[in-house]
């Protein structure tokens, strides 16, 4: 008998991924002295990218460049710390502050230490740079968790959109190296912009953390 059962193919990962997916990675982290060294580097390894994934990164880069770090580094701390609804760590949209989200954490890391990615502890393993970073690691790996959280993505970047931030540029170009939404995706999407996530306080506040500022690949991106 015919097995009539359709399954999804497994998305694939493209030669490029990694490079974008470390970019990303850095210029999502917070501004700090190191962020002409990111914007160089995003300016030198973009022209490699596909252009739905350049162009956006690029128009975030110029915004970077003349706003400046000390300016742009405000501007991350109003958007992310203080817009709960531009929250840049993804369990929260799937599991809100519950307990489910302190289990989620742990497989993150568990995750993360056997692709050779070690966090230090002020580090929660969600924010969407570290992620990124480990991604650009293990690139079949990566695109599983991205994708798998890829409504609380959707999410953030209509956010971004509604606030004008210049990191929705940022989110546009993660958009881009993914699958585009299917059908139950875009549910999810809507039913969390109407509910929003999960709502047993557990403490586990998504802005209590030390911002996450990756380190720059040593000899460029991976």
């Known amino acids: 008998m015919r097995n009539r059962l359709r399954l999804k193919p497994a998305p694939r990962v493209q030669p490029w991924h990694p490079h974008a997916w470390q970019l990303q990675s850095l210029l999502l982290g917070y501004p700090d002295e190191r962020q002409a060294g990111h914007l160089a580097l995003a300016r030198g390894a ?10 956006p990164l690029l128009r975030f880069a110029g915004h970077a460049e003349e706003t400046g770090t000390e300016a742009l580094a405000a501007a991350y701390v109003a ?6 609804r531009c929250c840049p760590y993804l369990t929260y949209y799937a599991h ?19 692709g050779g990615l070690r966090l230090t502890d002020d580090e929660l393993p969600d924010h969407l740079a570290v992620v990124l ?11 599983r968790l991205l994708t798998g959280h890829r409504a609380g ?25 993914l699958p585009p939404l299917a059908g139950d995706q875009h549910e999810a999407v809507a039913r969390l912009a109407a509910e929003g996530p999960p709502g047993e306080e557990v403490g586990l506040d998504p802005y209590a953390p030390p911002r996450y500022t990756p380190a720059p690949p040593a000899g460029g991106p991976r």
């Not at 289990?103 to 993360?112: D, E, F, I, S």
């Open 46 to 55: 973009a022209p490699a990218l596909p252009t739905e994934v350049r162009e």
């Open 79 to 84: 958007t992310f710390d203080h817009r709960r």
């Open 96 to 114: 809100g502050d519950t307990r489910k989200r302190g289990v989620a954490l742990l497989r993150l890391k568990q995750t993360y230490a056997k």
């Open 133 to 143: 970073e480990f991604a650009a690691i293990d690139p079949p790996a990566g695109l």
């Open 153 to 177: 993505l959707e999410l953030l970047r209509l956010a971004l959109r509604e606030e004008n931030s210049p990191w929705a540029a940022l989110l546009d170009s993660v958009s881009a190296t």
